[in-house]
């Protein structure tokens, strides 16, 4: 995990860049570093890279090699190329992409990584400097064109300082060619049969430059390779229409559908398979951290250094000093620390996990729980902000203040845990004063270049989340401030995309029936990248923490797209069966009967942090609350 940037200046060389914004910083705690290369007299780049110490030995960024490449890294390679347990994917990518110097190569490796990322890459046999993202968008890369021949070009996980930002679409990956002219010239390899995220069309020669930049004329000429592409990571939806009507189903008893739907063998056949893929995806983006690497070494009492570079002992030996403790405390079962003076509980927990208590952080709860030894603890983070109520001749309780829809589904849910298990149900809550400091002098700028309403809502409530400082609802501990320390905070988003769980698919379903359902969950899956991942990773990673989105994983992903749609979501039913249908029975047969029927509730709603300013606001409106106050 990393917080990189890259600038390239055309022109007179620059001095000393300052990259140490702390917006930049905070993504990655654990080290940091800067390169520059002057490619001619009149070109020069200059690469910056903040590091998020996670798996395998620390390597600062940009990584380098011995023939002048450089590789900043802001992903997880989950699958696809072969990370070792001790191996950092970094340097593994690095070696791999500088195997050969070929389109081809660079496109088919990028291509078989099956993870979450965004990349810069200087190609120092070619001269070229290669960038972008994932086919789901899932981590942050924002870019500024330059509008003149002294304007610099520059790639940046996170704003800086006052540049105009956008984020890279992610329709392929990028490279550009230096050439005599003040023109940059940028070449895009896109994936195959890519489309532009909304509208479904295909991105062609025609309209690429549009799709790009907008009406904005910049200094930049953009070129579509027509026979090269990376490799699509997910098949095309199936498409099948069921030999149903769409008449609506209404019954008393919602689990007595579910009950019925799992004695029809195929049905239960797609549950299981579920289940199965989903808790190797769960399992994947649980263990996969270094500090189980750490504690196994301790483990085995083995002392020696885990970094083998001497070069990097000085940057790393504070991070191996951070994690040696825990995985001691660990190893004793001691969950909790205690810290003096403040008498706030620092956890212990490996992962944490967004927990509203719905269907689809249920699920990932009860999976970890089958993946996680048993004496591990998890923080359950559930976040409320501060309803204004009103009560006649009394003032209302602390309580009440914060009882919001998500409040009481994540205590009901929490009821439905393996109760051997120790859980920490983090109870995080904002005050309306708290909310509009944070949003004022820092979410804001992680939320931009997005700016709507619920670009709003969602960040602000995503960050304090991430966050992880609360009041503990549970154990013996129950009322004791608690700040979660886990690196890991898996997320539940791509779910509602895949499975219809927004208001719009039952609309589109009422009005346009099966084909027009169809229509537009193919349309949200091809749609993700360009919504709000890049906004989240920027918001969580501000921690110094990671996203981890089990249901984006390709094996996931994948599978969904080979069921037919009504497989996934039966909208005959009402809401909270019909939608997510397929996964409220994953639910129950996971033993989380109460969850399995939980409405679909978004964050801004269940967390009432849409209550909290403006009731009368849209959603897609440009928000003024996240504009530079004048």
Known sequence: M???CCALFRGQKPGKLDFSCSRLKNRGPDASSQAAVDIDPQTHLVLTGHVLHMRGCLTPQPATDKAGNFLQWNGEIFGGLQVGPNENDTALLLSKLSEKSDVEHILGTLSSVQGPWAFIYWQEKMKKLWFGRDFFGRRSLCWHLPQSSTDPFLLTSVRQNTEELVEVPSIGIYSVTLTQTDCLHITVYSWSEAVWPGTMDLVTSDNLHLGLVGGIDGNVQFCLHSDLHLAKCIPPLNRSLPDIDTCKVMTESPNSVISNLLQDAQFNSCVDHLIEILLQS???????????????????????????STQQTVETSSVADQIQPQAQRDLSHDQNLEQPGDGVITGQSKVAILFSGGVDSAV???????????HESVDLINVAFERNVQQKNRKPDEEEKWNVPDRQTGLLALQELNPE???????????????QRQRSEHIRHLVYPLETVLDDSIGCAVWFAARGEGILGNGDHAGKPYKSSSKVILCGMGADEQFAGYSRHRGKFEELGWQGL????EMEVQRISARNLGRDDRIITDHGKEA??????????SYLQTLPVHIKADLRYPRGLGEKILLRACAVKLGLIKSALFPKRAIQFGSRIAKTENNKEKASEKCSRLADPT
């Not at 649980?286 to 483990?299: E, F, G």
């Not at 990932?364 to 048993?374: E, F, G, R, Y």
């Not at 169809?518 to 969950?521: G, Q, S």
């Open 548 to 557: 981890r989105f089990p249901f984006l994983d390709e094996n996931v992903v």
């Open 282 to 308: 769960v399992t994947l983006r649980v263990l996969n951290q270094v500090i189980w690497a750490q504690t196994k070494r301790l483990d085995s009492e083995l002392n020696a250094s885990p970094h083998n």
């Open 2 to 4: 990393c917080g990189i």
């Open 421 to 435: 298990r120790k859980w920490n149900f983090v109870m995080v809550n904002i005050s309306i004063a708290e909310l």
């Open 364 to 374: 990932i709860t009860a999976l970890v729980d089958k993946c996680l030894p048993s």
């Open 518 to 521: 169809i229509d537009e969950v």
